[in-house]
């Protein structure tokens, strides 16, 4: 039986600014406490003890924090030092919970999203390097649970000229003994909320690790993804951070929804957050 020390529980903020992208990951799992960097070019993982893991209105991972108000990082590590604060405005939520009806039942992982699109103002020091963040946008989703799942994939870009964020996810839930393919996508476009969703009739038209295409009822979403092979990280399996996947935050892709057959959004980026897990 998988009991209550059995889970993880991780935030993702990504930034973006000037062509350049940093996502980090702080959480939990029962084997310890970790914060995750992605860069354009490698990924990072700082493991932490538990007793360096406080969870209130600020998450702190040793001498690091975490809230929708902005980040603050003093990391010094062997293979990465990383100090300097951002700071967060303008958030975007969403209306309730991405998961919808599936937030009452116990899933292997449940996901959430805390802001679509935010303004950043800050700087960091990455080995060295200063990258300055001012001006750039932001993205914050979290996940927990037992397990990631066993086949999945996961889009993410607001890095676009006209206001825009778009996440989706496609993966195989285990749900009661039964399996099926679940999809949840937020389409956060000038000021308005568009939910595609299992839990509202979206038709997965295909998902290949080039092309994702998403149906329900009027509104059509095609993304035409470049793969990028991505770096390591660990993720969870059964409350561990045993599993390795890999995750890029520098993908490239084009994005186009349309109502109909009229195309309400059509734009590329080479800033996209993108895994592809489908063993």
Known sequence: MIGPRSKFEGWYY????????????PGRA???AFVMAITDDRSYHIPYPLIDYHKSDILKVGGNSFSPDGISLDIHHPELTLTGEI???????IHGDIMGPFRFFPME???GIVSMNHNL???VTLNG????????KGYIESDSGRSFPEKYTWVQCNDFKQGCSIMVSVAKIPFYGLKFWGCICVVWLNGREYRLATYKGVKILHCKP???ALKQGKYRLDITINPHTGHQLPAPRLGKMNHIIRESVSCSARFRFFE??????DEASSCVGYEWEMG
């Open 129 to 136: 390097e200063m990258q300055d963040f001012a001006g750039g």
């Open 30 to 32: 029962s084997d310890g």
């Open 87 to 93: 700071a967060y405005t303008d958030l975007t939520p």
């Open 109 to 111: 992982c449940s996901h």
């Open 14 to 25: 990504k930034h973006h600014a000037n062509g350049k992208s940093l996502a980090l990951i």
């Open 121 to 123: 103002c800050g700087a």
């Open 210 to 212: 080039d092309a994702i």
């Open 260 to 265: 109909g057959e009229n195309c309400l959004f």
